[in-house]
C-alpha cells in the first residue's frame, strides 16, 4: 500500500490532511474505522487543496466540473479555486524553451518578454516576437513539473483504493473517478492536445449560420515550433471581456448595444459548440473570454474541452425546453434516458423530487430564471437518487454555468430564453427537416411506402401464428436467477429444519420408553444426529450473514 512508502511527499500530503482537521481522513490512514466517509466542509476542502500545491488545487478545478458528484456548495466552492502562483525564474524557463526548439533561440525569436504576464500550477506564458515580426504567446511548462504530477497522481490512486473499499466508494466508483481525473491530469502535461484541440475549434467556428465567424477569434498555432512543453500561438491583444471599457472603445455603438451584441455572439458560438459540433469549450470562465482592441471576442486556453454525442445532444435539447415548461415528469424521464447506471430506480420518487425542485420557480418570469443553477440541481437530484450519469454532464452544467455568469456580469439585462429560442426552433426544424428537406421527405416517403407494403404480410404472418396456436413469446426477466437460488435456499433450509425436529422428536419418544440397552443407544444417535445437523444448519445461516 502507498502509505508504506516513506518519501517526503507523501508525509507531507498526509501532514496536510491531519493538520487541516479532516477526522475520516486521519481514521482512515491510521488504520481506524471508517465505513462512513464524511467530506470535510468546503472552506476545509478548499484549504486542504491549496496547501497541498498546485498539481491539487488542478484536481480541484477539475472536480468543479462534477455536480453529479459533490453538492452545490461544494461546486462553488471548488469553482474560486485559482491556479496562480508565483512565475518561475526566466532562467529557469529560458533552458526548457532552448531544449524544445530545433533551432537556437537567438534564430527563433527577435525577442522575448523575460516577465510572464500569466503563471499557473501547470505553465506560464510569455509574451514574444519571431523573427518575421509576428507576436506570439508562448505557454512553457514549469521545470519538473513532469516529475511531480507522477508522484501525486500515485497518491491520489492510492487513496481512492482505500474509499474504495468502502460502501460509498462502491457506490459511486471512486477508482474510476481517480482515473478519470488522473488521466486529464497527465494531458494537462502534454501541450500538442491543446494545441489540437484549438485547431478543431477554430475550425468549427469558422462557419456558421447562427453568428458572424469574423467576430470571434481562436488563436492560430504555430505547429512548427509547438512541442508537449511548449506551445507557442498567435498574440491576441485585448483584455479580459468584464473588464472591457466599452464607453471609450465602442466602434461608434451604443454601449448598451454592444454588450447585447456581444451577449448574442457567445450564446450562438457556444450553443453551436454544444448542440450542433458536439465539441466545446469547456472552461468560459472571465479569464478565458477576451475583447479584443479591435472590438471581437476571443476564445482562449482550451485545454479543457468536452464533448457531446447526437443522442446526448438531443436529450439536453429537450431538457431545456423541459425546465422552461418545468415540467418534473419530463425532466425524470430524460435523466434515466442519460444514466449510465443499470440500478433500479423509483420513477415516483424520482418525479417528487424534481417536482419539489422545480416548483420553487412557478412564481418567476423566464427572465428571472438562472438555467444553469437549475441543471446543476437536476444534476444533484440524480446524484440523491443513485443515478450515475456521464462524466460530460458536469463539463456541460458547468460550461453553461460559467456562461451564464459571465453574460449575466456583462450584461445584466440577459434573458437567456430570448437568446435561445430562435436557436431552438433552428435545431428543431433541421432535425426534422435535415438540410435538405426534399431529399428528407423523399427518404420519409420511401420508408411509409417500405411500411405499407411489408405491413399486411406481417399482420397474416401474427395471425395465422395465433390461430394455429404456434406462437411462441421469448421474455427475460432481470434478477430471476437469483430469486431461484434464494428460493432454494430457504426450501433447504426448512426441510432441514423440519428433519431435525422430527429427529428430535423421534429421540424423546424412543427415549421414553426404551426397554432395552439397543433402543437407548438409538435415542442417543438419534439425539447426536440432530445436534450435528442442528448446529451446521446455524453456522450456515451465520456464515451467509442473513441472521436478520
Known sequence: MFLTQTVPRQREIIEVLLRNGWDYMRRLLTGGKADEPQLPPPAVLKNI???????????GQLMSTRPDLLSGAYIEELSTLQDEVPPVPWADVEVVIRKQLKRP?????????????????????HKATLVDGREVALKVQRPGIDITVPQDIALIQGIADLVA?????????????????????????DFTREASFTDQLRRNLSQSRWFDPTQLVVAEI?????????????????????????ESDNNGKDPAE???????LLFRAFFQQLYIDGFFHADPHPGNLFYLKDGRVA??????????????????????????????????????????STQPVIMVKLENDYDRMLRKYYNLSVSQINFSQIIYELLQVARNN?????????LYAKTLA????????????????????????????????????VRSLLRTALDVKSLSLQSPRLLEFLLERITSETLQWNISLRGLDSLRRTTDDAANRLSFSILVGSLIMGAAIISSNARTSQLLLLSNVLFATASLLGLWLIISILRSGRLR
Not at 504555430?222 to 472591457?244: H, I, R, S, Y
Not at 443513485?386 to 458536469?394: A, E, H
Not at 450584461?411 to 435545431?427: A, C, G, R, W
Open 386 to 394: 443513485k443515478i450515475r450519469l456521464p462524466s460530460n454532464m458536469g
Open 222 to 246: 504555430f505547429w512548427d515550433l509547438t512541442t508537449p512543453k511548449l506551445l507557442v500561438m498567435e498574440w491576441l491583444n485585448g483584455g479580459p471581456l468584464l473588464d472591457a471599457d466599452l
Open 402 to 437: 460559467n456562461l451564464e455568469g459571465v453574460a449575466r456580469g456583462f450584461n445584466p439585462e440577459l434573458n437567456f430564453l430570448d437568446e435561445i429560442q430562435p436557436l431552438l426552433t433552428d435545431v428543431f426544424r433541421q432535425q426534422l427537416l435535415g438540410d435538405n428537406p
Open 105 to 125: 533561440l537567438e534564430e527563433t525569436f527577435a525577442t522575448i518578454n523575460a516577465i510572464a504576464v500569466a503563471a499557473g500550477s501547470i505553465a506560464q506564458t
Open 165 to 189: 473499499r468502502t460502501e460509498f466508494g462502491q457506490n459511486y466508483e471512486i477508482k474510476a473517478i481517480a482515473e478519470e481525473f488522473t488521466k486529464a491530469l497527465e494531458d494537462e502535461l
Open 258 to 264: 454592444k454588450r447585447k451584441e456581444i451577449t448574442t
Open 49 to 59: 487543496l491549496v496547501d497541498l500545491g498546485p498539481v491539487y488545487i488542478k484536481l
Open 299 to 340: 476564445l482562449l486556453d482550451c485545454g479543457m474541452v468536452g464533448r457531446l454525442d447526437p443522442r446526448t445532444q438531443g436529450i439536453l435539447i429537450e431538457m431545456l425546453l423541459a425546465i422552461v415548461d418545468l415540467d418534473a415528469q419530463r425532466c425524470a424521464q430524460l435523466t434515466l434516458q442519460l444514466a449510465e
